[in-house]
């Protein structure tokens, strides 16, 4: 057996692609997106929890309180993430029982759904608020 | 290699995570009461919007109306409590503080179904 000294390689061997080389497709979007709306509407559960308990307390016993953090700009915008989040959460929870039904794996029909569930979302989302904004939400008082 | 698994374990076919489909099932079931209800959820909460405690004080007093929200906020909170546990899985690989988050994240997620379902009972009798 010939005499072959192990030459060190590790600086020779191809590095594997890391989240920084990579171009991040678009389905990697929809789907770290989806995680986070996740996370969001779970906050948004502590805020409809607080809103209930809001609403038995009555007027005087932080209904009140609600409505006047609610208001804020701070109030309308993590209002307005909770909605993003239900309704991009909604649609992209749509796809997924499509996923597990096995429609819609086709690399091309992924992607243009991803951006689909994109644009639907912000769009449902900017017209709840355009609706409630321009006074034709309320319609249940 | 000989398989050390004893016959039992290798029929039910769990591996080493000891249990099977159930958390992904319970996903998917909630997620499909849930797609209905959210929109019944974003048709309540829009039709709401300025209105006085009253509004929302006498449409939760219909039982329907009462036991809907119920309904939401049960699945929903259900619902993240199996999603919250997949990030913990996938993101937290020590087994102290994984057990630690998971008790923390269920015991907030309990805590608000408590004081969600409280407060639509009480609207519900008051």
Known sequence: MAETPQRPVAHARPLSPHMTIYRWPVTMMTSITHRFTGIGLSIGAVVLAWWLAAVSNGLDGGYGTFMEVAETPLGQLILFGITWSLCYHFFSGLRHLAWDLGYGFDKRVSERNSVLIFALSILSAIAIFALVWTGHAGYLQ | ?126
Request: with cysteine; glycine share 8%; charged share 10%.
């Open chain 2, 1 to 126: 290699m000989k398989s050390a698994e004893t016959p039992l374990h290798r029929v039910q076919g769990m591996g080493s995570s000891h249990t099977g489909t159930k958390h992904f099932w319970r996903e998917r079931v909630t997620a499909l009461a849930l797609a209905p209800l959210s929109l019944w959820f974003l048709y309540v909460m829009m039709g709401m919007v300025g209105a006085s405690v009253v509004t929302p004080a006498q449409y939760f007093q219909n039982a329907f109306n009462g036991a809907l929200m119920a309904a939401f906020v049960s699945f929903s909170l259900y619902h993240a409590g199996l999603g919250l546990q997949v990030v913990i899985d996938d993101y937290v690989h020590t087994s102290g503080t994984k057990i630690f988050s998971l008790l923390v994240i269920r015991g907030a997620l309990l805590a608000c179904w408590i004081v969600s379902i409280f407060s639509i009972m009480r609207i519900a009798i008051s």
